[in-house]
C-alpha cells in the first residue's frame, strides 16, 4: 500500500450539515485540490495546490477561515490527528478528494474504529475502502466539461443533488434512470446556496419522489 502525502487545506470538528448524515458530530478532513469548476462552490479556495501556499501542519489544523493554505500529511498522520477530537465519524471532503487513491487514508481510519464518510462530485473513479460512506454530489454539464462518472454512481451510498433550477431536478431523474442501483441509493436535494426558489423546487420534488431535503444547516446556525 502506499505511504502517500495528501494536500489537507483544514481539518475541524463540527456538526455534520449536509446529507443522511446531517446533525452527526464529525471531524471534517478538507483536501486541497479541485478542477470541476462549479460557479457556485461554496469552497473555491480549496481549487488550486499551489507550492506558494504549502505550510506546516500546525498552521492547518482546527484554523478556521477560508485559506488557500495547505500541508503535507500522511494516512498515519492524519489518524494520529484525530486522537484529539471526540467525534467518531470522520468526513474526508474538499475541493476534491477524489482526485487522490484514499484506499490507504480510508482503510487507516476505519482500522482505528471511525466511521468514514466522502463527499465527492464524482468526476473521478472512488478509491476507498469498501466500508466507506460515500456521498456523490454530481456534477451534470459543468461549463469545464467534467461530469459524474457512471462508476461513482453505481458506489454511491448516497446522492446530494444540487438544485438551483428546474432543470437540475430534470438532469437527475435522466441519471437516475441510467442507474442499476437507483432502487437502493439515497437521494437528497440541496438547494444552492439557500435561494427561496431552489428551496421551494427542492420541497415539492422530494416530497413527489419520496426524496430528502438537505439543507446546509451548518450554514443557518453559523457554524463552520
Ligand atoms: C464543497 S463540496 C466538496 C466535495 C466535492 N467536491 C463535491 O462537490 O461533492 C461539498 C458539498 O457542497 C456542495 N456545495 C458547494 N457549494 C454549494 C452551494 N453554494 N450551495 C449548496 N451546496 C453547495 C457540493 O455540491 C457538495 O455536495
Ligand atoms: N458542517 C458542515 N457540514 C458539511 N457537510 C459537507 C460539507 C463540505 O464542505 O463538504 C460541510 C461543511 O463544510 N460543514
Ligand atoms: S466539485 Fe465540489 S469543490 Fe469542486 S467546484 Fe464543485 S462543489 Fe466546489
Ligand atoms: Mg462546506
Redesign the pocket.
Known amino acids: 500500500m502506499s505511504k502517500q502525502a495528501l494536500p489537507v487545506n483544514e481539518i475541524f470538528e463540527?456538526?455534520?450539515?449536509?446529507g443522511f448524515h446531517t446533525g452527526v458530530a464529525a471531524v471534517?478532513i478538507r483536501l486541497q485540490g479541485c478542477d470541476v469548476g462549479c460557479s457556485w462552490c461554496d469552497?473555491k479556495h480549496t481549487w488550486q495546490v499551489s507550492p506558494d501556499d504549502q505550510v506546516s501542519s500546525e498552521q492547518i489544523i482546527g484554523v478556521s477561515g477560508d485559506t488557500a493554505r495547505w500541508a503535507k500529511l500522511s494516512a498515519q498522520q492524519l489518524c494520529d490527528l484525530l486522537t484529539q477530537y471526540s467525534a467518531k465519524h470522520i468526513?474526508i471532503?474538499g475541493g476534491e478528494p477524489a482526485m487522490y487513491d484514499l484506499t490507504e487514508l480510508t482503510g487507516v481510519l476505519i482500522q482505528a474504529g471511525y466511521s468514514v464518510q466522502l463527499?465527492t462530485s464524482g468526476t473521478y473513479p472512488i478509491r476507498v475502502a469498501p466500508e466507506t460512506w460515500v456521498t456523490v454530489s454530481p456534477k451534470v454539464a459543468m461549463q469545464g466539461g467534467k461530469t459524474v462518472l457512471i462508476d461513482a454512481l453505481e458506489r454511491t451510498n448516497e446522492i446530494k443533488h444540487p438544485v438551483a433550477r428546474e432543470r437540475d431536478i430534470d438532469n437527475l431523474q435522466a441519471l437516475l434512470n441510467r442507474m442499476q442501483n437507483k432502487q437502493s441509493v439515497l437521494v437528497c436535494l440541496q438547494p444552492i446556496s439557500q435561494q427561496t426558489r431552489a428551496t421551494q423546487l427542492c420541497i415539492d420534488a422530494c416530497i413527489a419522489n419520496n426524496w430528502r431535503l438537505s439543507l446546509q444547516t451548518?450554514k443557518f446556525i453559523g457554524?463552520?
Do not use: A, L, S
Request: glycine share 8%; hydrophobic share 30%; proline share 0%.
Open positions: 463540527t456538526i455534520q450539515g449536509e471534517f469552497t468526513v471532503t463527499e451548518h457554524i463552520e
